[in-house]
């Protein structure tokens, strides 16, 4: 603690150890189901161990520009990116960095389309099944114009599209997710079957101790069985918990 102290604050230190005890616990789960798990930026986004991370990571998540850049230049592999809008004036460099775009409305993708020539496009779905107690967290909640959900959802318009993606937890466990899951397959199971991957969004408390990875596992594996698609996770506290100080005095 004495070095600690003679340190400038405030800063905040992390601690490589727990760091990479999380990630091993991420990586293992990529190792023994074949999915792929990405740094949700907006939960930790420090580059100086971007490196570190994209060893153990398939890449990031973003929900902007500048987090989809950051992405791209300090961690390369896979660039994901989700936003509940996209500007006009970024979708261009966008479509050009990112691996992944993913729409939150079938207008949207309508509009965007034809900018899209290199990323996989996906959808944004809405399984109306809310599994927490606070509706500012929930992007279930009544009146949530978060992802699609089964009345307005439009086959039609699939043609190109490649993955589906919910994002539903909330510092929640694999039950949760179990949950949300039998939801996401009865309203739009028939709907994966011509996907190529589905991501299951972040919220997800893998690292910390008590979580149940056996259960996690198996939805990954029985989504991954019955459609054929490859799943993606998206945490971002799981992958830094527990693993940073504030120093102040």
Avoid at 218 to 230: H, P
Wanted: overall charge negative.
């Amino acid at each position: 603690m004495t070095e600690v102290n003679l340190l400038p604050t405030p800063c905040y230190i992390i601690d490589e150890k727990q760091l990479r005890r999380n990630l091993e616990i991420l990586e293992k789960v990529q190792e023994d189901t074949g999915c792929r798990i990405l740094l949700a930026q907006k939960a930790f986004s420090i580059p100086a161990v971007y490196p570190m991370i994209g060893r153990y990571l398939a890449g990031t998540t973003a929900s902007s520009l500048y987090e989809a850049r950051l992405g791209h230049k300090e961690m390369k592999g896979e660039t994901h990116i989700f936003s509940p809008a996209y500007k006009e004036n970024e979708f261009d460099e966008i479509s050009t960095i990112c691996s992944h775009i993913v729409f939150n409305s079938f207008a949207q993708l309508e509009k965007f389309r034809s900018c899209c020539d290199i990323a996989s496009i996906g959808i944004r779905v809405n399984p109306e099944c809310s599994t927490q107690e606070h509706a500012i967290y929930d992007p279930c909640a009544p009146g949530s114009r978060l992802g699609v959900t089964a009345d307005k959802f439009r086959p039609d318009l699939l043609d190109g599209v490649e993955g589906l993606h919910f994002h539903t937890l909330c510092e929640q466990g694999a039950e949760d997710l179990e949950r949300t899951l039998r939801a996401v397959e009865e309203k739009f199971g028939a709907y994966l079957y011509r996907m190529k991957w589905l991501n299951m969004g972040g919220g997800q408390n893998i690292t910390r101790p008590g979580y149940n990875l056996a259960l996690l596992e198996s939805c990954i594996r029985q989504a991954q069985d019955t459609y054929g698609v490859r799943v993606y996770l998206e945490p971002g506290e799981a992958v830094a918990y527990n693993a940073g100080y504030l120093v102040t005095e």
